[in-house]
């Protein structure tokens, strides 16, 4: 577990492609989770346009429907948000 998180604290610190692949997308979704990070996600929303937001993330899980879901504080709208995981391209932080 320890190892785990050291592997995805340094995928989400230095950007490392090889090292987010290997974590996987709710790995670090649930460690930035976990630490109170702010990160930047790609988006892209249901009518396919793309966007960049600042996000605080507070949960993930997994709905009803069978979609990985993300709540968060979108910093770009100043408003609590959910966001299909599917949807989210990349993952940075903030």
Known sequence: MRHTRRAIHAALTTGHALAAAACGLLGLLRYATEA????LIGYIKEDGTQSVRPITP?????????????RGA????????????????NLETA
Do not use: D, N, Q
């Open 36 to 39: 109170g990070l702010t990160v």
């Open 74 to 89: 979108c910093l770009l709208r100043g408003e609590h948000r959910t966001f299909r995981v599917g949807r989210i391209t």
């Open 58 to 70: 507070e949960k993930v899980w997994l709905s009803k429907a069978g979609y990985w879901c993300l």
